[in-house]
């Protein structure tokens, strides 16, 4: 059976505000826990004017409390950019708070560009190279082993979910090194997709934590009534991903523009073809086709959904959607 939850990265709209933006979340969290969704994850990204997440761990505290049962948590956390002691006080907090429902994956990524990284990291002395040592000084501290000498209080023996991102072959061998659930980036970096599969099954050793593998990948799902409808509304996502990969720089969320691709060159279409391979974009028949066929090819034991659109209405709606072609698949599987 194939699992899925929500990658929420708290879109600011053009037009909009942080704000609104924290309220969206809050509200998409608690509709996403009615359709079945496992989990509910905000990423940290800094600097970037159409994202809300950036104090990742404050906004899972608001949509945890907007919520009763999801599991809630980051995807991730940017380990290089904080002391683990830190983390492992702010999610023992949220243990606290929601017991039994924390989640924390951990990146090497900055989240940032090289400029606010430097701001970020100002005094830390750390990188993405000393990222498996970190890793182990959190696990460190949520054992209460004793390995460190300081104990971290909250955080000292909670039962956080520990989880490696990535999007390249370096995560997939650390979680299976480690023993953890791995969830892969594909949703905007499928390049690695199938190489990363295959080195995390292909080298994972049991733990404490895990007996067997477990591989969440990320996937855009566009839904709506029609697959016309659907095209429109992508293409505030696309025109997002043409932005960044262009300048270099996130913007707010645009307004979906009709026929956005055909305004697009060759150069163009290709990268977005390529950035959006793990995405279903259509009405019912043709979403749930694209996630069956998804599924099919990598044996994915949950999906990240994510499904970035500027209307909420029609972002909840898409959601919606997913859950039952999500739910179908199911059906579908077990009669095989």
Do not use: C
């Not at 909250?154 to 969830?183: H, R």
């Amino acid at each position: 059976m194939t699992a899925y939850s929500l990658l929420d990265l708290v879109p600011i709209v053009q037009g909009g505000n942080a704000a609104q933006a924290l309220a969206n979340a809050a509200d998409l969290a608690a509709h996403v826990e009615g359709l079945g969704f496992t989990r509910y994850w905000v990423a940290e990204h800094h600097g970037m004017d159409g994202i809300a997440s950036a104090a990742t761990a404050v906004v899972i505290a608001h949509v945890g409390q907007a919520t009763s049962t999801i599991r809630v948590g980051a995807g991730g956390i940017m380990l290089p950019n904080h002391a683990p002691l830190q983390v492992a006080e702010q999610f023992g907090t949220l243990d606290a708070l929601f017991p039994g429902r924390v989640d924390l994956g951990l990146g090497r990524a900055p989240g940032s560009d090289q400029r606010v990284s430097a701001a970020i990291r100002r005094g830390l002395g750390s990188d993405g190279n000393e990222f498996p040592r970190d890793v182990a000084e959190l696990q460190s501290y949520f054992a209460d082993d004793g390995r460190t000498g300081i104990r971290a209080t909250p955080g000292a023996g909670a039962k956080v979910d520990i989880w490696i991102l990535g999007s390249s072959l370096f995560g997939a061998q650390l979680a299976a090194m480690l023993g953890l659930p791995y969830a892969f980036a594909s949703h905007f970096a499928p390049g690695l997709l199938d190489e990363a599969i295959d080195a995390y099954r292909r080298n994972f050793r049991p733990s404490a934590a895990l007996e067997k593998p477990h591989l969440m990948l990320g996937f855009n799902v566009f839904a709506a009534d029609t697959d016309a409808e659907a095209e429109y509304l992508a293409s505030s996502q696309q025109q997002a991903f043409v932005a960044i990969r262009t300048t270099g720089k996130g913007i707010q969320l645009p307004p979906p523009v009709q026929g956005y691709r055909e305004t697009l060159g060759g150069h163009g279409n290709a990268m977005l073809d390529q950035v959006l391979s793990a995405s279903a974009i259509g009405g019912p028949d043709r979403v749930r086709a694209q996630l069956a066929a998804f599924v099919a090819r990598t044996g994915a034991d949950e999906l990240m959904l994510t499904s970035a659109m500027f209307d909420h209405q029609a972002r909840r709606k898409s959601l919606s959607l997913a859950a039952e072609a999500m739910r179908g698949l199911q059906v579908d599987l077990s009669g095989v």
